[in-house]
């Protein structure tokens, strides 16, 4: 008897176990796991910060605070793409890239000290600020299950950033004399490449839904750079079809760099955080 209800049975169980591994692989959501091309592309709805002092040539100046000098950036554009190829699935490339730019003018409530400028108290300043940032990485997934998958990764960074500050100023020569300058413009420009190592996990969680959140952080001590750069987010996605889904996630990024060179002697400081929304493909 119990001989007969097995080959009866069993391969019920098996059909069961198939079509459900079928169900499964199937569903929208799991493209996001298992498939060799997936790609974001989100705006955001962010708090951010930038503090940075710029020596001169004959003075150190203090940090200033650019949200307090100019207040909040309300025609700020900022985005971001993240790319992964599958090349097997434990090994892994992926590509982020955010694009932060705006533009900011205010009447000076104090002196503005930056380089060898000084624009004057109670006169309008222009304030043009824009961060590319560009990450590589190698990730291998060492923890990897049908529904899940755990990964380390270790690439490098490059993040550049221009700040430029126009307005009526005061300009010091290196001799010490004084000069004004009714339409003094200050630009400058900062490269820093440094490696980074991250964490990542994902997770099909319904057949229509993935979450995911990550990790890197990146610092370096080198010639004129001394910086660290932490990078975090956690979303999720919803997945209207085999292969294109729509995502709401938080993100937070921080940037804290001192660069000794000709046209940079001084120490950045800029971040975000908040809100991304995106689209998303996997094919």
Known sequence: MTSNCTWKFGPLAICGMLACGLAQAQSPAQALLDDSFVASLGTFIVNSSLKANFNGSVATNPEVNFDDTFGKSRDATRWRFDGLWR????????LMYFDNANSRTKTLANDLEWGDYTFNK????????????????????FMRTPTYEVAASLGVHYSKTKLGLSGQ?????????????????SSNSVAAPLPLIGLRGGWVVAPQWYVDAGASVFKMKYDNYDGQWTDWRAAATWMYNRNFGVGLGVNGFTANVKITKDNFDGRLKSGYS????????AF
């Open 87 to 94: 090349i097997t699935p434990a090994h892994h490339l992926r």
């Open 122 to 141: 109670g006169t309008s300043a222009t304030l043009d600020f824009r961060q590319q940032t560009t990450a590589l990485s190698y990730e291998y997934a």
């Open 169 to 185: 100023a005061t300009v010091t020569h290196p001799d010490g004399s004084t000069t004004n300058d009714s339409g003094a413009v």
């Open 274 to 281: 908040g809100l991304q929304v995106f689209a998303t493909g």
